[in-house]
Structure formats: C-alpha cells, structure tokens
C-alpha cells in the first residue's frame, strides 16, 4: 500500500491550494480516507475525512466551510481543496487510510500513511 501526497506549495493568505492523495494497493471505495497536519512543534492533529460506505465527509472547525475533501474513485485519488487559507493553516499536510467501519479523528485508528505535503500561508 502507498499514499502518495503532493500539491503543497507557498500562498498568500486568502489564497487556494488544492492537495492530491493518490493511492496504489488499495481501493478507495472500500476505506476511510482522511487529511491531518501537523504544524512545526505541535501535534498532529485532524482536517478532514471522507467515508468509504456514505461517502460522508467530517471537518475539524477550524476547517469547516474553507476545505473540502472529496474522493475520485476512478483515479483512486483523495483530495482536500483548500480555500481562505490563513497563516495558521501553515503546517505538513498527511493523507492517511483507515479500515475502521466509522471515521475517525484519531490519527491512531488510520492505518496507512502518505509522506507530508508542505504548505506555507504567508500573511
């Protein structure tokens, strides 16, 4: 199994990013899919995530109504559009994979993970 992130970069506050999770080894359709980050000296904590049975997706607040994850089963890809990114939403972004039958926030219940992706949100 392998996560592949990318499209982190440096922005403007205000701005876009959009970030891609691509997956081998698995398929999407049949697990949980989810965004953490982790900023320089904090903890790694949640973003967002999307279900693999609803397809329901689940925001951290301080993300809710900027970011939005959603999936692409056919290129078995997992995205998180970022939009009004702010400084503190500067950090090392993670896609991760878990098997649980519910979403969890907890990073210990994912069971894969992809290398971080930066972004950088300049004031």
């Known amino acids: 199994v392998q996560l592949q992130a990318y499209g982190g970069g440096l922005v403007q506050a205000g701005g876009s990013l959009r970030l891609s999770c691509a997956a081998s080894?698995?398929?999407?359709?049949?697990?949980?899919m989810g965004w953490f980050r982790q900023a320089p000296g904090k903890e790694r904590e949640f973003v967002a995530a999307?279900?693999?049975?609803?397809?329901?997706?689940h925001y951290a607040d301080s993300v809710k109504g900027r970011f939005t994850i959603s999936r692409d089963s056919a290129k078995n890809t997992v995205y998180l559009q970022m939009n009004s990114l702010k400084p503190e939403d500067t950090a090392d972004y993670y896609c991760?994979?878990?098997?649980?039958?519910?979403?969890?926030?907890?990073?210990?219940?994912?069971?894969?993970w992809g290398q971080g992706t930066q972004v950088t949100v300049s004031s």
């Open positions: 999307v279900g693999w049975n609803d397809g329901r997706t």
């Open positions: 080894g698995l398929t999407l359709s049949n697990i949980n």
């Open positions: 991760a994979a878990s098997f649980r039958g519910l979403v969890t926030r907890d990073p210990s219940d994912y069971n894969f």
